[in-house]
């Protein structure tokens, strides 16, 4: 499993940890109910399926390794964003097991390989 | 010398196919039919949009080609694909033209309620009928009632007869449809489908639909005045509402497919548009296609293209184990991963269409190219119904373990 690869698991778990803190959180307060802090927990809920979707695929190619692990890293993002929002504090995010490229180098390598056919070398997005 | 004007007669409403359709066999041969179908519409899209040119040839071509059938049951001469297949399918049109992909949504969502309700002779018939290539359109929502659920639309039984009085908004597909779906309530609020010859006496689709976006669905109004139907053309369509049926699901997953293939549509140009673009002047670069933050760019759209593509055939999935155990559980899965698949396919198909004209420049807006297309479908048809509570679906079965209500827009 690359680098790149296994910092997309790790970001996942980060994710669906944070949204287990906020659950539990928010289940001891009146706002659970409220229109705009369901829909957020509803909005975090979607990133961590979707890169779990994209985890199932991640070992197809490198692209869709790529695809996962931005996928895994929104997740990530958008967890803290709704703990911070919705709890008013922050969870450390674990740190990172190794060295990848940054994710917007990785972004840009996925947008080079669609669209101008770009290799996409191993360990970039990493199959598993 | 005065003319009489002249009416094209393929573009006349007829209460039956000109021709049979070929039947379908399997889930295979429905995604090769769709791709085959899928490039011939591709072809005159931007013209058809440009011109607001109805595309009563193109659904001929449509529905003669099996594909209006497919999800007829195994049980009545079907090929009974999943909806793994099916959302495929609608996506695999859409991305070549979204109205030809949005325009047999009810059709199939009219055959999921038949299937669910209707009663034995009614499903033989009308299956059969749709294997012949008849097209079902649509006359469901009202401009006037407080929400999209509520009907003002009568239906009376007299005897054996039903008699409707009415008036619809959004009949997608009523202009090009051999039998229009009306849904009325009775005396007691059931709402009822009524399935209507289109050449019916009191039937009138007016062609008013204006919308900026997906042009040529047609998707105006319907009147019904006094129209009889014999109560054996009837469907107690809310039947499939008073239990946990797959329904709802079933008519939201295909929106989510189309906006998925507007999605892929806006990102196939976006590539071609990207690579003839020019370099900008202050990144020393040769060529457009070399621009680092333009290739990011592309990269956000084709990961977050992959989420919804991914989400929506684990939608599919999930509808498929609705359809086969419709239980409580089974169908609030299906209706929240069929959300999320609407939030998703939404974002993308906007975000995709606007960044479609950024990563092409200026040239890409001339209208003879009609690029604008992508973004002006993706936004009309993702307002079906308000994605932003999509979310809140979402969030209220995890965080309150509320399911969502069953109606066709869940």
């Known amino acids: 499993m690359s680098h790149s690869h296994s910092q997309g698991r790790s970001d996942l778990a980060h994710a669906r940890h944070v949204e287990a803190a906020l659950l539990d959180y928010l289940r001891g307060q009146s706002a659970r109910h409220e229109a705009l ?8 809920h979607i990133r961590i399926d979707a890169a779990d979707a994209l985890l199932e695929r991640a070992n197809t190619s490198q692209s869709t390794a ?7 890293a929104e997740a990530a993002r958008v967890a803290g964003h709704a703990y911070f929002e919705l709890a008013g504090r922050s969870l450390p995010r674990p740190l990172p097991d190794a060295a990848e490229p940054a994710l917007l180098t990785q972004r840009r ?6 669209l101008n056919g770009a290799a996409l070398a191993d360990g970039q997005g990493g199959q598993g | 010398m005065s003319h009489s004007p002249t009416v094209d007669p393929s573009q006349q409403p007829r209460p039956a196919p000109r021709r049979p359709a070929h039947i379908i066999r399997s889930d295979a041969e429905a995604i090769e039919v769709a791709q085959r179908v899928a490039e011939d519409f591709a072809q005159e899209a931007a013209l058809r949009d440009r011109e607001r040119r109805l595309p009563w040839d193109e659904l001929e071509r449509f529905s003669e080609s099996g594909l209006w059938a497919i999800s007829v049951p195994k049980a009545y001469g079907g090929a009974g694909v999943s909806y793994v297949t099916l959302s495929e399918v609608i996506a695999i049109i859409s991305a070549a033209d979204s109205s030809l992909g949005q325009l047999p949504q009810n059709h199939f969502g009219v055959l999921s309620n038949l299937g669910l309700t209707g009663g034995e002779e009614q499903k033989q018939r009308y299956f059969a009928k749709v294997l012949q290539g008849y097209r079902f359109g649509n006359a469901f929502s009202e401009a006037r009632s407080q929400y999209v659920t509520t009907f003002q639309t009568q239906i009376r039984f007299d005897g054996d007869t039903a008699v409707l009085d009415g008036e619809k908004a959004y009949c997608t597909g009523a202009l090009f449809a051999h039998i229009v779906p009306v849904a009325g309530v009775d005396e007691v609020g059931h709402v009822h489908i009524a399935l209507v010859p289109r050449d019916a006496a009191g039937l009138t689709v007016i062609d008013s639909w204006d919308g900026f976006g997906q042009r040529i669905t047609a998707s105006g109004q319907v009147r019904i005045d006094g129209v009889r139907v014999p109560a054996i053309d009837v469907v107690p369509a809310w039947k499939a509402y008073d239990q946990p049926t797959s329904d709802g699901p079933i008519s939201q997953i295909i929106q989510a497919a189309v906006d998925t293939g507007i999605a892929r549509g806006a990102f196939a140009e976006t590539l071609r548009v990207a690579r003839q673009a020019r370099p900008w002047v202050d990144s020393g670069l040769q060529h457009g296609w070399q621009d680092p933050l333009g290739q990011a760019l592309v990269g956000e759209l084709a990961w977050r293209l992959q989420a919804a ?17 419709p239980s409580e559980e089974r169908v609030a899965e299906a209706s929240v991963i ?7 396919s939404t974002e993308i198909a906007l975000e995709a269409s606007s960044r479609l004209l950024e990563l092409g420049g200026t040239r890409s807006v001339s209208a003879s190219q009609g690029l604008d297309r992508f973004w002006r479908n993706a936004r009309t048809h993702t307002l079906h119904d308000p994605v932003r509570w999509k979310y809140h679906l979402v969030g209220n079965q995890l965080l309150n373990d509320i399911k969502p209500q069953r109606h066709s827009w869940n």
Request: avoid cysteine; charge should be negative; hydrophobic fraction near 60%.
């Open chain 1, 37 to 44: 802090v369901v829909a957020a927990v509803g909005d975090l």
């Open chain 2, 338 to 344: 069929v959300g999320q698949a609407k939030v998703l």
């Open chain 1, 109 to 114: 390598l996925l947008g080079d390989h669609y």
């Open chain 2, 309 to 325: 593509e991914a989400i929506l055939q684990r939608a599919a999935q999930a509808v498929d184990r609705a359809v086969a155990e």
């Open chain 1, 66 to 72: 790529i695809a996962f692990r931005l996928a895994a």
